[in-house]
C-alpha cells in the first residue's frame, strides 16, 4: 500500500504561489495515476488536478491556468505548483493516488490519500 505525505502548504497572499508536494513510499510510484483535492472549510472535497501514469493532466476549470500538476517517477513524488492565488482557493489540500488508472475526478477511484495539508490565502 502507498503512504502519501504533503508538504508545501501555509500562508499566502492573494496573487502569490505555492508550490505543493507529495512525497510516495511503499511502493512502486510509476503504476499510479496522482491526483490533488482540496476541501474548504464548510465544503465537500472537490478536485483540483490530476496527472496520468504517462504524464496526461487534468484540471478542474477553477484552477485552470494557475496551477500545474507534475511527477517525478525518480523522486516518487508528485507537485502542484499554485500561481495567482485567490482566497477561494483556501482549504486543505489532499494528494491521492490511484493504481493503474488514468487520473480521474472522482474521489472514489483512488484508492490511498494523504492525510492533507493546509493551504490559506489572506485577501
Known amino acids: 500500500q502507498v503512504q502519501l505525505v504533503e508538504s508545501g502548504g501555509g500562508l499566502v497572499q492573494t496573487g502569490g504561489s505555492l508550490r505543493l508536494s507529495c512525497a510516495a513510499s511503499g511502493t512502486t510510484f510509476s503504476r499510479y495515476a496522482m491526483g490533488w483535492f482540496r476541501q474548504a472549510p464548510g465544503k465537500e472535497r472537490e478536485f483540483v488536478a490530476a496527472i496520468s501514469r504517462s504524464g496526461i493532466t487534468n484540471y478542474a476549470d477553477s484552477v485552470k491556468g494557475r496551477f500545474t500538476i507534475s511527477r517525478d517517477n525518480a523522486k516518487n513524488t508528485v507537485y502542484l505548483q499554485t500561481n495567482s492565488l485567490k482566497p477561494e482557493d483556501t482549504g486543505v489540500y489532499y494528494c491521492?493516488?490511484?493504481?493503474?488508472?488514468?487520473?480521474?475526478?472522482?474521489?472514489?477511484?483512488?484508492?490511498?490519500w494523504g492525510r492533507g495539508i493546509q493551504v490559506t490565502v489572506s485577501s
Open positions: 491521492a493516488a490511484d493504481l493503474y488508472g488514468p487520473g480521474t475526478i472522482r474521489e472514489r477511484d483512488y484508492d490511498a
